[in-house]
């Protein structure tokens, strides 16, 4: 897990809590595809899955990991469209 | 008197329409409420049979009905094209001048497909998210002797997710069938890690798509196409050649909700609560099915689960009383069909708390998609089901 700072504050929040079909991961990917790089988005998820399957997917599309932080009954997922 | 508006006659809005004209019946009698259908073509067409066009067991005939014999005679049905929402006078403008003003207002407007957005699509990949695509995928296939079949994913969101992967089953049972298994490869591409969304769903897949022989490509998020050198492209930076080119197209909600300011750009999907259904927080506009921003599977099951709930809000409203909580909550149901070929499928059913855990595939759930086709007419959009 890393730290956000002031600069990664999210423009967009994504709540896929409870979403299993599309589900969070397709969820973001749509996030990713409707906005500009530079665009910092929450990822909100109750699937335990999306801790991995998240940062995997990042890291092979290439953009950047901000946070994953563990919130009440789910995670919020800070992510930054690099490119 | 309460005008009751509804934009679009597939699914959501045929359903709510007849559902509240069973609520509100002594109302529309005496005119005291009016409960009006606006869609585009005035023509119901049932598009989960669009798959099977392409798979040569259904004709697009087969999957149209007029919408005016689908909606309970106390619902007016108005054919036009819709402009613009005029929120300032709660009117709605159609393409052809007419005004239609509503106190409540249902958006039911589905999503469409924008093959276009991506550079030559039309001329190099073929779907089957119509009837017109879904024949000429057919007929591609009937001239397909052998090579490299890619299927793919070219945008998100799209509407039934599980739609690829029954493709990618079928046509390799039919490869088989016709005796050009041997010859060809089958290239499945799947926008995660996985083969399927539903971790349970995908346990079950990977072993079929295995001893198939497709062969499973992850994170594989379909981006461009290169026409000269016949390959596609990722989002993630990959490539694969292909010899027959099979990608679910982009889909955006209409444009004349991003028009209107209700829908933001460039995707014009509903901000919707995701359990009124209530669009962005306004007490009598809501909004269901493929038009919602909601995380959930652009499918017909989704509206048809929605419908009541969208009822029950505006028949409360409507009669000034309180809402019914055990009705006039949305808990994410969804319910759907999922075909592994070879005669056999399984059933894929959840809700926002519950995952769905999917019976082993037999032929029971297959049979049980074919018959659920066969008498949606009957059942779905009259509120029978």
């Given at each position: 897990?890393?730290?956000?700072?002031?600069?990664?504050?999210?423009?967009?929040?994504?709540?896929?809590?409870?979403?299993?079909?599309?589900?969070?991961?397709?969820?973001?990917?749509?996030?990713?595809?409707?906005?500009?790089?530079?665009?910092?988005?929450?990822?909100?998820?109750?699937?335990?899955?999306?801790?991995?399957?998240i940062p995997k997917w990042i890291a092979k599309a290439g953009h950047h990991l901000v946070a994953v932080v563990p919130r009440d009954g789910f995670d919020e997922i800070i992510v930054e469209k690099t490119h | 008197m309460q005008r009751i508006l509804i934009l679009g006659g597939g699914v959501g809005g045929t359903l709510t329409a007849n559902l509240l004209a069973k609520q509100l019946r002594r109302d529309l009698k005496t005119g005291e409420v009016t409960l009006t259908v606006v869609d585009t073509t005035g023509v119901h067409t049932y598009q989960p049979g669009f798959m099977y066009i392409a798979m040569g067991g259904e004709r697009a005939e087969h999957l149209q009905r007029p919408e005016r014999g689908l909606l309970n005679h106390l619902v007016n049905l108005v054919v036009g094209e819709v402009d613009r929402i005029d929120e300032a006078n709660q009117a709605v403008q159609l393409a052809d001048g007419r005004w239609l003003g509503y106190d409540q207002l249902v958006l039911a407007?589905?999503?469409?497909?924008?093959?276009?957005?991506?550079?030559?699509?039309?001329?190099?990949?073929?779907?089957?998210?119509?009837?017109?695509?879904?024949?000429?995928?057919?007929?591609?296939?009937?001239?397909?002797?052998?090579?490299?079949?890619?299927?793919?994913?070219?945008?998100?969101?799209?509407?039934?997710?599980?739609?690829?992967?029954?493709?990618?089953?079928?046509?390799?049972?039919?490869?088989?069938?016709?005796?050009?298994?041997?010859?060809?490869?089958?290239?499945?591409?799947?926008?995660?890690?996985?083969?399927?969304?539903?971790?349970?769903?995908?346990?079950?897949?990977?072993?079929?798509?295995?001893?198939?022989?497709?062969?499973?490509?992850?994170?594989?998020?379909?981006?461009?196409?290169?026409?000269?050198?016949?390959?596609?492209?990722?989002?993630?930076?990959?490539?694969?050649?292909?010899?027959?080119?099979?990608?679910?197209?982009?889909?955006?909600?209409?444009?004349?909700?991003?028009?209107?300011?209700?829908?933001?750009?460039?995707?014009?999907?509903?901000?919707?609560?995701?359990?009124?259904?209530?669009?962005?927080?306004?007490?009598?506009?809501?909004?269901?099915?493929?038009?919602?921003?909601?995380?959930?599977?652009?499918?017909?099951?989704?509206?048809?689960?929605?419908?009541?709930?969208?009822?029950?809000?505006?028949?409360?409203?409507?009669?000034?009383?309180?809402?019914?909580?055990?009705?006039?909550?949305?808990?994410?149901?969804?319910?759907?069909?999922?075909?592994?070929?070879?005669?056999?499928?399984?059933?894929?059913?959840?809700?926002?708390?519950?995952?769905?855990?999917?019976?082993?595939?037999?032929?029971?759930?297959?049979?049980?998609?074919?018959?659920?086709?066969?008498?949606?007419?009957?059942?779905?959009?009259?509120?029978?089901?």
């Amino acid at each position: 897990m890393t730290d956000a700072t002031a600069s990664d504050t999210p423009t967009r929040i994504i709540d896929a809590r409870g979403s299993f079909c599309p589900g969070p991961l397709m969820e973001l990917i749509r996030g990713i595809r409707e906005s500009t790089p530079g665009t910092v988005m929450s990822v909100y998820s109750s699937d335990s899955g999306s801790r991995t399957d998240i940062p995997k997917w990042i890291a092979k599309a290439g953009h950047h990991l901000v946070a994953v932080v563990p919130r009440d009954g789910f995670d919020e997922i800070i992510v930054e469209k690099t490119h | 008197m309460q005008r009751i508006l509804i934009l679009g006659g597939g699914v959501g809005g045929t359903l709510t329409a007849n559902l509240l004209a069973k609520q509100l019946r002594r109302d529309l009698k005496t005119g005291e409420v009016t409960l009006t259908v606006v869609d585009t073509t005035g023509v119901h067409t049932y598009q989960p049979g669009f798959m099977y066009i392409a798979m040569g067991g259904e004709r697009a005939e087969h999957l149209q009905r007029p919408e005016r014999g689908l909606l309970n005679h106390l619902v007016n049905l108005v054919v036009g094209e819709v402009d613009r929402i005029d929120e300032a006078n709660q009117a709605v403008q159609l393409a052809d001048g007419r005004w239609l003003g509503y106190d409540q207002l249902v958006l039911a407007t589905g999503s469409r497909i924008v093959p276009e957005a991506i550079e030559h699509f039309d001329t190099e990949a073929h779907h089957f998210y119509s009837a017109e695509a879904a024949l000429q995928l057919r007929h591609a296939l009937d001239a397909f002797t052998g090579g490299r079949i890619v299927i793919g994913i070219a945008g998100m969101p799209y509407k039934c997710p599980p739609a690829p992967l029954e493709v990618a089953f079928l046509i390799e049972a039919e490869l088989r069938q016709r005796g050009i298994r041997d010859g060809s490869e089958l290239h499945f591409c799947s926008p995660i890690g996985r083969a399927f969304t539903i971790e349970s769903v995908s346990e079950m897949a990977t072993p079929i798509l295995e001893q198939k022989g497709i062969e499973l490509h992850t994170f594989f998020n379909v981006e461009t196409i290169d026409p000269t050198r016949k390959v596609v492209q990722s989002l993630e930076g990959e490539e694969l050649p292909y010899d027959l080119l099979i990608l679910v197209p982009p889909h955006k909600g209409q444009q004349f909700l991003m028009d209107s300011g209700l829908a933001p750009a460039p995707g014009g999907w509903l901000p919707t609560d995701r359990t009124t259904l209530q669009v962005g927080g306004r007490p009598n506009m809501y909004a269901l099915g493929d038009a919602t921003d909601l995380p959930l599977s652009k499918a017909g099951s989704t509206a048809h689960f929605e419908a009541p709930v969208v009822t029950e809000r505006i028949a409360a409203s409507v009669l000034g009383r309180d809402i019914d909580e055990r009705h006039g909550d949305y808990m994410g149901k969804v319910m759907c069909f999922f075909e592994v070929g070879d005669g056999k499928g399984t059933l894929l059913q959840f809700d926002y708390a519950h995952p769905p855990r999917p019976p082993r595939p037999n032929q029971f759930w297959h049979l049980g998609k074919v018959v659920f086709n066969k008498t949606y007419w009957h059942t779905v959009p009259k509120g029978r089901v």
